[in-house]
């Protein structure tokens, strides 16, 4: 069973870089086809795809979030990571990692998603 | 980015209700649609794949349709635990991009 998990700091001084990793487990991220994402939600408000990362480390960002992004894989660990730098109160938001696991589609479906943490941008 | 968008964004129904939800999409997606149900709290759970494909797991009340730009999300027999909000993706391009939410509440 593929399970997901978040992990990271909780609160986030304003300028500074968010970084959050996710750890896989029930398979290994560098198994062929597949794409491991991050997806973002604002407090009550509605869902953001951040980009995607595929096996192979190519990897796919929002345009509207891209110059600030960066995902990268660590195989040795079944992790990968998201780093986003110059935050600002906007980018408070609960942050998730999902994959279309069974579809191997870029764009989904997203049918497994960890549990997702809260990232506060405040100083 | 193909725009998304839900209607009704929130409503009240009673145990027992059919209801409808509809999204619609700013261009042609053919039938990259999904639909998922959000409970406070937890993440998404994935409902509808392909605008009609029931995912493993999810009851029969739930169904979807359609194909194009338009496309619905019905609920049967409205269950207390399907009290929640939905949200449809449309999975055609990339940026993939998310309907704005349907909030279902008790009447």
């Known amino acids: 069973q593929l399970q997901l998990q978040e992990s990271g700091p909780g609160l986030v001084t304003p300028s500074e870089t968010l970084s959050l990793t996710c750890t896989v487990s029930g398979d290994s991220i560098s198994s062929s086809g597949y794409y491991w994402g991050w997806i973002r939600q604002p407090p009550g408000k509605g869902l953001e795809w951040i980009g995607s990362i595929y096996y192979n480390g190519i990897t796919y960002y929002n345009p509207s979030l891209k110059s600030r992004v960066t995902i990268y894989a660590d195989t040795s660990k079944n992790q990968f990571s998201l780093k986003l730098t110059s935050v600002t109160a906007a980018d408070t938001a609960v942050y998730y990692c999902?994959?279309?696991?069974?579809?191997?589609?870029?764009?989904?479906?997203?049918?497994?998603w960890g549990q997702g943490t809260l990232v506060t941008v405040s100083s | 980015d193909i725009q998304m968008t839900q209607s009704p964004s929130s409503l009240s129904a009673s145990v027992g209700d059919r209801l409808t939800i509809t999204c619609r999409a700013s261009q042609s997606i053919s039938s990259y649609l999904n639909w998922y149900q959000q409970k406070p709290g937890k993440a998404p759970k994935l409902l509808i794949y392909a605008a009609s494909s029931l995912q493993s797991g999810v009851p029969s009340r739930f169904s979807g349709s359609g194909s194009g730009t338009d496309f619905t999300l019905t609920i049967n027999s409205l269950q207390p635990e399907d009290f929640a909000t939905y949200y449809c993706?449309?999975?055609?391009?990339?940026?993939?991009?998310f309907g704005g939410g349907t909030k279902m509440e008790v009447k």
């Open positions: 999902a994959s279309p696991y069974t579809s191997g589609r870029l764009g989904g479906p997203f049918d497994y």
């Open positions: 993706q449309q999975s055609y391009s990339t940026p993939v991009t």
